[in-house]
């Protein structure tokens, strides 16, 4: 009786302790959720400043072209007058007198163009120096969310493999005629928890009848077997898993040979 009531509580503190650590995923999914809409907000406040930029150099080409066409009707107009003079010894005598004003407006004009011109270069080369920059602070803070959301979501799946592990033993150590209603809800709740942590890429590392590698196992006891090869894993004592191809926890073996 007294071993009963022991593994009730066992039972019991597994799955409060599944409840609180289920609740913890969806916190940090919901968190996830939330800085997505807000990366995606500011993306498009972002691409409303560039376009405003891109209207505000349209309009000071416009205002530079109509600004040139004002200029040469103006000299028009001016060469429609001396074309009306008396004589020709008058009008000789104007275009000699005028070539050098004309020589002077044409001169302003062309000064006025190179201004404008000027000032059209450096606005498109603040705006690209602006989307240059912008571009690089959303790169580098995409990178740091996607960082800190990795290592959010790696202490929980740390917090949740030993969760893993007594559900593995606790399944394990059960006997046939143990077996039940108990029992099989307990599977359940097992395969749907391996489920969610393969939705969230976490997978368990091959060991046994591997050959031996540092970067996925952690060897802590060596046996001779002429049936295996040399560096061969020949027992996986506690499981290992990967998050994103990163290893959460290395694999415990006995590498044989």
Known sequence: MEKEKDDDVSRKVTIDKLKELEKELKEAAEQQAEEAEEAASEDAEEKEEA???EEAEADAEETAEDAEEAEEDKEE???E????????KEESAEEVKEE????KL????DKKKDKLQEEINELRDKNLRQMAEFDNYRR????EKQQMFETGARSVIEKLLPVVDNFERGLGALKEEEK?????GMEMIYKQLMDELEKLEVKPIDAVGKEFDPNLHNAVMHVDDEELGENIVAEELQKGYTYRENV???SMVKVAN
């Not at 050098?100 to 020589?103: A, H, N, S, T």
């Not at 580098?140 to 990178?143: A, G, Y």
């Not at 039940?180 to 099989?184: K, L, M, N, T, V």
């Open 51 to 53: 376009k405003e930029t």
């Open 77 to 79: 107009k001016k060469e």
């Open 81 to 88: 007058k001396t074309s009306d003079a008396d004589t020709e």
């Open 100 to 103: 050098k004003p004309k020589k």
């Open 106 to 109: 044409f001169g302003g004009k």
């Open 140 to 143: 580098r803070t995409e990178k």
């Open 180 to 184: 039940g209603a108990f029992s099989d």
């Open 248 to 250: 959460v926890r290395h």
